[in-house]
Structures are given as C-alpha cells and as structure tokens.
C-alpha cells in the first residue's frame, strides 16, 4: 500500500517536470535554429534572441504562477478546510484566533465546542456522499438554530474538524450566559432519507478575552463532563484546568516518587463491635513529596486514564507482602487488604504479575495464607462477568481473600450475587450515610441478610457517628470500617492498635 501511495503521490509531477524538459529542449533547439534563419546580421541575431529570452521567462514566470497557484489553493483547503463539509476546520480556527488576539486585544468573546458524541455511528454506516449529507443538514439546523438565538449585531463564525466529530462556533462580541444554554436540547435529530437521525452530543465553552487559550478552555470544559451521563453543557472552569494540570505535573513525578521513597503505606481499620478489637485493615497509599502530603484525588485519577496505575499497585503488593512478612517474625499478624485499579483487573496479563510477585517474595512459603485481601469494585465485577469472574476465583484458590468494594451503589444483581468468588461484602458508605431513613435502613437490612445467608462477611464502611453505629448493629451487622473508630493511620500507629 505505501509502496503504491508513493507511485501516486510522485507520478504526476515526475510526467508534468519530463514534458517540460522535453518541450524546454525542443524550444531551445528550434527557437535556435528560426532564429539563425531569419536573422540578417549580428545585431539582429542578438535583438532575436533577447526577445526569446524574455519570453521564456515571461512564459516560465506565467507557467510557474499557474502551477503555484492551484498547489497553494490545494494546500489551503487540506490544511484549513474539512473535506466533506467544506468548513474552516480546527487549524483555521487556531490561525483565526491568533489573528483576533493581535487586532481585538482585551476584547470578550465566546467560543462554543460541541462534541457530537456518537459521530462513528454514521462514518461506519455510510458513504462520503451520504455521510456529507446528513452534516450538512445538521449544519443547516444548527444555523438556523443560531440564526434563532438573537444575536444581531455579533460576528459568528463555524468551524468543523476534520474527524466530524467536533463543531465549533466563535461569537464575537460576547453574548449571555442565558442564550448559550438555550442550545441544549435543540438540534438533536434532523431527518435523512425518511429516517430520523439522532446527534448525541456535549457542549463546552469559555467566555473570555480573545486568544488561542479559548481552544484549550473548550477542550477542558468537554473533558470535564464528556464521562458524565448527566451532563450535557459546561462553562470552562478554571479551577479544573489547574486541577487537572496539577494532576499532569504529578503523573509525570510518580517514577521518581517510587525511586526517592516519598511513598507510604497507611492503614484504616476494620473493626469487629462484638468482640470489640481491630480484625484488619484497609491499605491505602500516600505520597509526600517535599514535606507535603499529596492527596490520591490528585494522582491516582491521571495514573488509571495513561494507563499507568499499575506502578502504583504493583508497589502497593511488594510493600503489603514484606510488611507482613516481616512482623510475622514478631508473632504480628497483618490482615491487609489492598485495592486494585479496575484496569489492572480487567487485564489478563496483571494476574500473571501478581502471581510472580508473590512467588518471588515467597509468599506461599509462609504463613501468610489469607492474610492477604484483594478489593474490587462492584462495577468491576459485573461489568463483564463472565470473563472477569474468574480471575478472582484463580486468587481464592491461592488462599488470597476478595471483596467487593462500594457494594450496592453501581451494578448489583441478585442473579449473579451468589455465583461470585468473593468472601466479603463491603457496603457502600452512601448507604450508611442515610442509614437515619427508613427506606435505606430496610434496604440496608435486607443487604446484610441476603449477603451472610450466602456465607460472605458483611463490612460497613464510612462509618462515621455513633448513631450510624448504633443502628448498623440492631441490623445485625457488626463489622464496620470508617472515621467513627480510626482515619487511615501510619502503619507504626496501626501496629500498636492491635498489640
């Protein structure tokens, strides 16, 4: 293919340069030999041949013009113009934006990005020809739409990236807040060849002073809410992009934070209110990174989107396993859970690793069986069932404990409950938030009914009052986990809880 590709892309002007040696020669020789003919004298011979000269390069000049002409406009439109809508795309936006932020310093205005969500459905679906008509009528209701929200007087300009699956609209001077909103819900569908066809979309702006920042503010407007289903529209908010840049400048200090121990491990505890003592406890990492604690919100999030998180949880098991390792010297028992990313888990491959790290810090040499407890979210386990059931189940069998984490808040079924391989049931702490209503107290009861009459140890976590305490144990649960009785801990504090 890259072989053809090349042929077609050289080709042409490799024909067009020959011809124009051959027909150069040619016109050399000839124009030469008219020229010795009619020419009666020296003077002549010369005045003849600055005439051809002059217009050779008249013609040459005229020729290269040509040529230059129709390659510039050609670059233009591939550089600057979507090919099926024929709209200035993306790069123009930039270019214009660069342009306005020399002539319209300090000046408002607004740029809107609207994201068209399920754009691939169409590009899969049907031809250019087609796929150019249904943007277009799209465009066509979008205008009209714009046309509708009374903004006279205002320069608007639209823009569509090249992959269609972005339109922008730049307002200049800006408009209210109001009339932006007043976008949402109005070009949904448009119809096709008797077929109504559905755009689903989200929409992301920024008013502020004219320059090619706007492009990025629109960008993290849209990365804001693009994973929220109940989100269609947001305003640029600054406060996120620092959130976010924060979060970057971390992912990228996460290497050295492993190499330079600025790692630790600190520890919650679970806690049995019968038998009143500590019987584990959550691992949860921490960071501190030039004497200041660096909260997870702001480095986990950016490890799991790049992909990443696996360091992290693979430094959490190595440091888990020597903990208990090494007080289990001292008659100290750890019973620790640790939490894995659902990436790690959804991976086939991570399950091989942690296998191999518990094999080469020996782990099954000692008497470490069941000391170690792994937490997967609820969303995890019945995402896809059927593939990720049995990984877990693998692990068991290495005597390593499950739970599931946030139980009952994401996509429980009672259908699939007593086919899962875990051995504890961590309830969501949204539910013990509410524990005060009736209707959550009754549901909260059945919970803990259903899971002990499957066999599986039932865990409350977010614990945080006295009251919540109280009512947990009329509703027959007796393990919880939370604020209520320690925060997460030093593991040396923790160590001395349990002693």
């Known amino acids: 293919m890259q072989t053809f590709l090349n042929k077609k892309k050289y080709f042409s002007p490799f024909i067009v340069s020959f011809i124009y040696m051959i027909l150069g020669t040619f016109w050399i020789l000839l124009s030469d030999s008219l020229i010795h003919h009619i020419a009666l004298n020296k003077e002549q011979l010369t005045y003849f041949q600055n005439v051809k000269g002059i217009f050779f390069i008249i013609s040459s000049s005229i020729l290269i013009y040509i040529i230059t002409f129709f390659l510039y406009k050609k670059i233009i439109n591939s550089t600057y113009i979507n090919p099926i809508t024929k709209l200035p795309n993306t790069q123009s936006l930039i270019e214009y934006l660069k342009y306005l932020e020399n002539s319209l310093k300090n000046q408002s205005a607004v740029l809107i990005k609207i994201h068209i969500v399920n754009h691939f459905d169409y590009i899969l679906c049907v031809s250019v020809e087609k796929l150019k008509e249904i943007y277009l009528k799209f465009l066509d209701k979008l205008y009209n739409i714009i046309s509708s929200l009374k903004v006279q007087n205002k320069s608007i300009e639209v823009f569509h990236s090249n992959n269609l699956e972005n339109i922008y609209i730049f307002i200049y001077p800006s408009i209210d807040i109001t009339i932006i909103q007043s976008f949402i819900n109005k070009f949904i569908e448009i119809h096709y060849q008797e077929k109504e066809i559905k755009f689903l979309y989200k929409i992301g702006y920024t008013i502020n002073k004219v320059s090619e920042d706007m492009l990025h503010e629109v960008e993290f407007a849209i990365k804001q809410i693009i994973k929220n289903d109940a989100i269609d529209i947001n305003q640029f908010d600054n406060h996120y992009k620092i959130h976010l840049l924060k979060q970057f400048e971390y992912y990228h200090k996460i290497n050295s934070a492993i190499e330079n121990n600025e790692l630790f491990i600190y520890i919650q505890p679970?806690?049995?209110?019968?038998?009143?003592?500590?019987?584990?406890?959550?691992?949860?990492?921490?960071?501190?990174?030039?004497?200041?604690?660096?909260?997870?919100?702001?480095?986990?999030?950016?490890?799991?989107?790049?992909?990443?998180?696996?360091?992290?949880?693979?430094?959490?098991?190595?440091?888990?396993?020597?903990?208990?390792?090494?007080?289990?010297?001292?008659?100290?028992?750890?019973?620790?859970?640790?939490?894995?990313?659902?990436?790690?888990?959804?991976?086939?491959?991570?399950?091989?690793?942690?296998?191999?790290?518990?094999?080469?810090?020996?782990?099954?040499?000692?008497?470490?069986?069941?000391?170690?407890?792994?937490?997967?979210?609820?969303?995890?386990?019945?995402?896809?069932?059927?593939?990720?059931?049995?990984?877990?189940?693998?692990?068991?069998?290495?005597?390593?404990?499950?739970?599931?984490?946030?139980?009952?808040?994401?996509?429980?079924?009672?259908?699939?409950?007593?086919?899962?391989?875990?051995?504890?049931?961590?309830?969501?702490?949204?539910?013990?938030?509410n524990l005060e209503e009736k209707n959550y107290r009754v549901l909260v009861k059945s919970m803990i009914d259903l899971c002990q009459k499957l066999n599986y140890d039932v865990i409350a976590e977010g614990v945080e009052t006295e009251k919540q305490k109280e009512i947990l144990l009329e509703l027959g649960c007796d393990k919880i986990q939370g604020y209520y009785y320690s925060p997460p801990i030093p593991v040396e504090k923790y160590i001395e809880l349990i002693q």
């Open 270 to 433: 679970k806690y049995n209110l019968l038998e009143n003592k500590i019987i584990g406890g959550e691992a949860l990492i921490r960071w501190k990174h030039k004497g200041e604690f660096i909260p997870p919100n702001l480095f986990i999030p950016i490890l799991e989107e790049t992909k990443s998180v696996y360091l992290i949880d693979q430094w959490m098991l190595k440091n888990i396993i020597n903990l208990q390792k090494t007080h289990l010297d001292k008659n100290i028992f750890l019973s620790l859970s640790i939490n894995l990313s659902p990436e790690e888990i959804e991976n086939i491959t991570f399950y091989k690793q942690i296998l191999n790290i518990l094999e080469k810090l020996n782990y099954f040499d000692f008497s470490l069986k069941s000391l170690l407890e792994i937490e997967i979210t609820e969303r995890t386990f019945f995402y896809n069932f059927k593939e990720i059931n049995e990984r877990p189940k693998f692990l068991r069998q290495k005597h390593i404990k499950i739970s599931i984490d946030d139980f009952g808040v994401n996509y429980s079924s009672l259908s699939l409950l007593p086919k899962l391989p875990i051995d504890i049931i961590k309830i969501d702490k949204i539910f013990i938030d």
